[in-house]
């Protein structure tokens, strides 16, 4: 055997090893993405029926300023990790920059907490604020950890961390929530699992803290981060942009009703971007056929996330009546524009995870710039004639017409082949119309919320089972084949 056949075996026995690995993976987080969000769905229910709808709104606030300073704190260091090549040799610089990055963001967000919330029409959110802050020290501590972790595709003990996370943060909140604590109870709960997963990221992932800085690497990690801090800064402004103008224009109780609806949408979105996110970045960047790997993982991204976010979308008053009170109702009219913008950031999500994994961060930087853009515009436009409902669908139409096309765009730019993706994509498209259909007749034949629930939903999903079964075996198979 020569020399260039014994290395084209090793190669193709590399990607199938990698491939394994992915798929062992990608099945892990899935379990975990199950598990978790219906353990958060059942706790989201508790605190919906114990809180006030403006005491939502205030932790909204809050909660999303922490996110936006997380956002900036990484600098897009787990993401550098996670496809580099010496990866033990750049994990102190790593380390020592996301120590600094920690303590700083930490410091300045307790320090201004008061001013934040009032700029943002909620001066009541300040003290959840500057708890909150502490996950940021604690975030930066474990970013070598966490990263190594995903690099390794370790989603089982990434499953047991959540797990764990989860059991701490429920049993603290709920505790201090029925004492009274109120939102101040949900931000202390948060502070409490953050530092239980911190330590278990260090214990399971075998690493020790490491601390140094080697000028030689600093300036490529920066070059490479940079633009992803910045493009995840405004991923976080996409998904928070309307609470902000909402706080402002519309006030606390409007946003609560808008949060909880947000939240019901991200279900299916949160739980298949987890998976995505845990495989995409660690495998695009090692495989020798990535374009070819991003559409068979779209497809199924997409046959997954259209029926299911478009079953909120068409049982949205009965989900929200059955699960949360009728008290809730006016978030009603979001959810159902918002579960179609759910289906699609599931789509986005793989396309930014291959585009990284490619070292292309500046394209999706310059996508998310004209996003917030647009999406800021259209809610100032909007939410003063059309409330929290004309924010949902700014949403829906600045992601079909501008952000959908971009990223096609893009995506062709960076070798993948468009038409393989409208075509994969067709047949989870067609597939989920009956479905929806059905769900629909049931919701208006169907006066009783309950029996509207399981009736549509049960028969949306037999029709898109029976007309999708061929289908999935076949794109299943094709992907553990890697064909």
């Known amino acids: 055997m020569s020399l260039r056949e014994r290395a084209g075996r090793s190669t193709a026995g590399d990607d199938r090893s990698l491939r394994t690995r992915a798929v062992r993976g990608a099945a892990w987080s899935g379990v975990?993405?199950?598990?978790?969000?219906?353990?958060?769905?059942?706790?989201?229910?508790?605190?919906?029926?114990?809180?006030?709808?403006e005491q939502f709104g205030v932790f909204a606030i809050a909660l999303a300023v922490q996110s936006i300073v997380m956002t900036v704190a990484d600098l897009g260091l787990s993401s550098d990790l996670?496809?580099?090549?010496?990866?033990e040799r750049i994990a102190p610089t790593i380390a020592t920059l996301g120590l600094?990055?920690?303590?700083?963001t930490t410091t300045l967000t307790m320090v201004t907490s008061t001013g934040l919330a009032e700029l943002l029409g909620?001066?009541?959110a300040a003290p959840a604020l500057a708890i909150l802050s502490l996950t940021l020290f604690l975030a930066g501590v474990s970013i070598v950890p966490y990263a190594m972790m995903l690099r390794r595709f370790q989603q089982r003990e990434l499953f047991w961390i959540g797990v764990v996370d989860f059991v701490v943060y429920t049993a603290v909140t709920l505790t201090l929530v029925g004492l009274g604590f109120g939102v101040i109870g949900l931000a202390i709960g948060r502070v409490t699992a953050q530092l239980t997963a911190s330590t278990l990221q260090f214990v399971l992932a075998g690493v020790r803290p490491r601390f140094g800085l080697d000028r030689e690497r600093l300036r490529p990690i920066l070059a490479f981060g940079l633009p992803i801090a910045i493009a995840n800064l405004i991923a976080w402004a996409l998904l928070n942009v309307d609470n902000i103008v909402l706080a402002r224009m519309a006030g606390v109780t409007a946003l609560g009703f808008y949060t909880l609806a947000f939240n019901i949408s991200s279900w299916p979105m949160s739980a298949l971007s987890q998976v995505v996110r845990s495989i995409s970045l660690?495998?695009?960047?090692?495989?020798?056929?990535?374009?070819?790997?991003?559409?068979?993982?779209?497809?199924?991204?997409?046959?997954?996330?259209?029926?299911?976010?478009?079953?909120?979308?068409?049982?949205s008053a009965p989900v929200i009546s059955v699960l949360y009170g009728e008290r809730w109702l006016p978030a009603a009219p979001v959810l159902a524009a918002?579960?179609?913008?759910?289906?699609?950031?599931?789509?986005?999500?793989?396309a930014t995870g291959f585009l990284y994994a490619q070292g292309r961060s500046r394209p999706v930087l310059y996508i998310q710039i004209v996003w917030i853009v647009l999406l800021t515009a259209g809610m100032i436009m909007t939410i003063p004639g059309y409330g929290i409902e004309g924010a949902a669908w700014v949403h829906v139409a600045v992601s079909v017409i501008v952000i959908l096309p971009m990223h096609l765009i893009v995506l062709r730019a960076s070798g993948v082949r468009i038409r393989q993706?409208?075509?994969?994509?067709?047949a989870p498209t067609l597939g989920a119309i009956p479905a929806i259909a059905v769900a629909t007749g049931a919701r208006m034949l169907i006066d009783e919320p309950?029996?509207?629930?399981?009736?549509?939903?049960?028969?949306?999903?037999?029709?898109?089972?029976?007309?999708?079964?061929?289908?999935?075996?076949?794109?299943?198979?094709?992907?553990?084949?890697?064909?």
Request: charged share 15%.
């Open 32 to 53: 975990s993405s199950i598990v978790l969000r219906a353990g958060s769905l059942v706790v989201g229910i508790i605190l919906a029926r114990i809180l006030t709808p």
């Open 100 to 104: 600094i990055t920690g303590v700083v």
């Open 82 to 87: 996670v496809r580099s090549e010496e990866p």
């Open 338 to 350: 918002l579960g179609i913008y759910g289906a699609l950031r599931v789509v986005f999500d793989i």
């Open 450 to 483: 309950i029996a509207a629930l399981l009736v549509g939903g049960a028969a949306a999903v037999a029709v898109y089972g029976a007309s999708m079964w061929s289908w999935g075996r076949r794109e299943l198979r094709l992907v553990r084949s890697g064909a």
């Open 122 to 124: 909620s001066v009541e």
């Open 282 to 315: 660690p495998y695009f960047s090692r495989t020798d056929d990535a374009g070819h790997a991003v559409s068979k993982l779209m497809a199924i991204g997409w046959a997954l996330a259209l029926p299911t976010c478009g079953l909120l979308a068409t049982l």
């Open 421 to 426: 993706v409208l075509r994969d994509a067709l």
